[in-house]
């Protein structure tokens, strides 16, 4: 009922502030209803809610902002202890300004001079203690800036708070007198010292204080002019906790931040709802007046090495365990930030839509929460705009980020690069002409996998040359399936840009493999660009590799995998390559549970029988009877949706199969003559599978069932000892020749496959 009012409520308040056309008013509705819920239950006095898309926004004021010592109304115009959203808005946009104007180059201009941003935050590779030459010792003077950015510098989480002390200078020589538990680039590690050490970078490279250089560069030119640190006036600051006797109020809740006198690169920044939407339409605007556009796109994309699960912008969540306001539906891409205190930013620069929370949870006591809060009005956000799908958000693949961020992993390199007519962007343009074309770096080669560069052969390819650019194709499906020594000689790196289809099988995978252990001999780099997996990569399915390895088993993996080229790439790397120089551009907008056909991107035949979503839907299953004497459809029209042989009776066969009752699926006897492969020019009588809910079908079901039914029917013609070729699971083989049920077939499979789930966990790049 609260909900039902609320709904009409807004429904009024929408028409009359023309907000209609742009939200749902039931879902503007749910947010206030969360909000309101949440007070009710104690997890924070009170909140602010701004919700922006395009310029049109819904903000409001709920609760309370203070309940000690008295009881005060919430108002929109309320200031709010920023916690470690201080880390974006201040200190990554003060270190990204000097960046631009080259203040953190190998050669630092004078303060008056600005250099134009041409180095793709390439200075961002210099040392901390190239600013702070005190901060060194136990490895601390390998860290980076970027390491220092993206939370990868291996320091630990804060500075000791006993013995007691004080000061900001104390603050910064505790922090160089940090010892470093793991190598600097090795893995993700919320640090607070991380910023405080870029505070002080800022404070020493451009001679001012953080808080003065942020006043003065960044909140005066977006007019954010209830921002700052240690405010002055505190009649509008929400209380936080009470500590003893004394509520801080004005006063930063951080204990660190604290004992730095207010000022630190992590926390003591306050600011409003309405100064945080400036700042949030600064960077949906492309930045100006405070930061160029290609220093916006730099910093909102994802920074952290491919070896690391969580990823990072510059100092911003794109994908990690903090990434909460992103909610269920917000597209990877959008980014954003949590500060302790109960305040969320969150930004889909796609929709161009942001998402504001602030509130005091930690007010009177830290017993407050307002995690689960900031999910459900992620979202909602996401579910509030009006003609934006964000659950149906468009896709990039590796080659459309590459392209957006102008190539800059690229630059400098002379390349070799695999590929096939897969490797497109949105456009279908081809990635060998865009890489052809992209300024700063060299196509040297190009390498072509099974069924060639223009993926139109089923017969070993030879090596040749492309016409368009004149560059020599080495063929990896001839007499070598890897790069030679020869090959790679003058190339600094090799690029991987096919699509896969989500088998252990299909032999791009190998390819793949192959070629990262190539270049791991070599000393060359290896870069992928991603592509989503076409099934999806929710689902892992079938028997983990058991046999000996071979050109369609190169790896242990199940026959649905799940994963995509560059988390399979993170895999074959770590497990088969350990030390090669991987780099993986990846995807964005792709979450697991995703389809092909819901990612927008245009759909090319990988192969020239995988003709449909169907066809790799299909296939790890249809796919195993390949060599079992039956046609699987190839030389017809339809590929793997098709299944028969002269010697079966169709009839009895769709009988058969539908009698297992396999879930989402249904079977048509036919008949079917193809034009090639297996039966060419005989009729064959069989099945056509029709998948009718692919979210319920199993296609290793089908694949079993498929092999034990023609098995028991025809155990002399179906030749099922050769399963053994693309299953590599001899269990399962003598299984099906006992005539197993499909239940006791698949609980051979069941530990070893959750053992690969578990095992495949810390290359998930995707959620």
Not at 264 to 293: E, I, K, N, S, W
Not at 555 to 582: C, I, N, Q, S, W
Not at 603 to 619: C, F, H
Not at 734 to 742: D, E, H, M, R, Y
Request: hydrophobic share 45%.
């Amino acid at each position: 009922m609260i909900a039902l009012l609320l709904a009409l409520s807004l429904c009024l308040e929408a028409r009359a502030a023309g907000i209609g056309d742009v939200f749902h008013a039931d879902k503007l509705a749910a947010m206030d209803a969360a909000i309101s819920l949440a007070i009710a239950d104690g997890r924070c006095p009170g909140g602010v809610l701004w919700l922006e898309h395009d310029g049109v926004a819904y903000h409001r004021a709920f609760g309370n902002r203070a309940v000690e010592p008295v009881r005060e109304a919430m108002t929109e115009d309320t200031i709010f202890d920023a916690a470690s959203l201080t880390k974006v808005i201040a200190t990554t946009t003060a270190v990204m300004q000097l960046v631009e104007r080259g203040r953190l180059s190998e050669r630092r201009p004078r303060a008056a001079e600005t250099v134009p941003h041409a180095d793709g935050g390439a200075s961002l590779n210099a040392r901390a203690s190239d600013f702070i030459p005190e901060f060194r010792g136990a490895g601390k003077e390998a860290i980076t800036l970027r390491q220092l950015l993206t939370h990868t510098s291996g320091l630990r989480p804060d500075v000791p708070l006993t013995p007691a002390w004080s000061g900001e200078e104390t603050g910064i020589a505790l922090a160089c007198a940090e010892p470093l538990p793991n190598p600097p680039g090795s893995a993700f590690r919320y640090s607070d010292i991380n910023f405080i050490v870029l505070g002080e970078v800022v404070r020493r490279v451009s001679g001012q204080r953080l808080d003065d250089y942020c006043a003065a560069q960044i909140f005066a030119p977006l007019a954010m002019r209830d921002t700052g640190f240690k405010p002055r006036e505190t009649s509008r600051v929400a209380p936080t906790e009470r500590i003893g006797s004394e509520v801080l109020r004005g006063v930063v809740h951080d204990p660190t931040a604290r004992r730095m006198d207010g000022v630190a690169g992590h926390a003591g920044l306050f600011t409003t709802a309405a100064d945080l939407a400036r700042f949030a339409r600064m960077l949906l605007g492309g930045g100006a007046p405070v930061l160029q556009r290609e220093t916006v796109a730099l910093m909102t994309s994802v920074q952290t090495p491919a070896a690391i699960t969580a990823r990072r912008g510059l100092g911003w969540d794109i994908d990690s365990p903090y990434a909460g306001p992103r909610g269920q539906w917000f597209p990877l891409g959008s980014y954003g930030h949590t500060g302790w205190t109960g305040g969320s930013l969150w930004i889909d620069p796609v929709s161009r839509t942001f998402i504001i929370f602030l509130s005091n949870r930690n007010h009177p006591t830290e017993a407050g929460s307002v995690i689960a809060l900031h999910r459900t009005l992620g979202t909602l956000a996401a579910e509030a705009v009006r003609g934006f799908d964000l659950k149906g958000a468009e896709v990039l693949a590796g080659i459309d980020v590459l392209a957006r961020e102008k190539f800059a992993t690229l630059r400098g390199l002379k390349i070799g690069l695999v590929t096939n007519h897969t490797g497109i962007d949105r456009e279908r343009r081809p990635t060998i002409d865009l890489l052809h074309g992209a300024p700063g770096v060299t196509l040297a080669a190009l390498f072509s996998p099974e069924h060639g560069i223009r993926g139109a052969l089923d017969e070993k390819i030879a090596d040749s040359r492309d016409e368009r650019t004149g560059l020599p194709i080495h063929s990896l499906y001839g007499e070598t399936r890897a790069p030679t020594d020869a090959q790679l000689a003058g190339l600094d790196a090799l690029v991987f840009d096919i699509q896969d289809i989500g088998c252990r099988f299909y032999t791009y995978i190998s390819t793949l493999g192959e070629c990262i252990a190539a270049t791991a001999r070599a000393g060359k780099k290896f870069i992928v660009l991603d592509r989503p997996n076409p099934i999806g990569g929710a689902r892992v399915e079938g028997p983990v590799l058991a046999a000996p390895r071979s050109f369609t088993a190169w790896h242990e993996l199940p026959v649905r995998h799940g994963m995509t080229v560059g988390e399979l790439a993170k895999m074959f790397a770590a497990e088969r390559a350990p030390g090669v120089d991987l780099t993986v551009v990846a995807c964005e907008g792709w979450t697991r549970g995703a389809w092909f056909d819901e990612t927008r991107l245009p759909w090319v035949s990988p192969s020239p029988n995988m003709r449909s979503l169907t066809a790799a839907t299909l296939y790890p299953g249809v796919g195993l009877l390949e060599f079992c004497n039956v046609s699987v459809g190839r030389g017809t029209e339809r590929p793997f949706e098709l299944l028969g042989a002269p010697y079966l009776d169709e009839r009895a066969l769709a009988a058969a199969l539908g009698a297992a009752a396999l879930p989402g699926m249904r079977f048509a006897p036919i008949r079917f003559t193809p034009a090639a492969s297996t039966f060419a020019g005989e009729e064959c009588r069989g099945v056509q599978m029709i998948v009718t809910d692919r979210e319920a079908f199993s296609p290793l079901d089908l694949g079993i069932v498929l092999a034990t039914v023609l098995h028991r029917g025809h155990p002399r013609e179906v030749k099922i000892e050769r399963l053994a070729r693309l299953l590599a699971h001899p269990p399962t083989l003598a299984a099906v020749q006992a005539g197993k049920s499909l239940d006791e077939i698949k609980a051979l499979w069941a530990a070893e496959r959750e053992k690969f789930s578990s095992r495949r966990e810390e290359y998930l790049i995707y959620r």
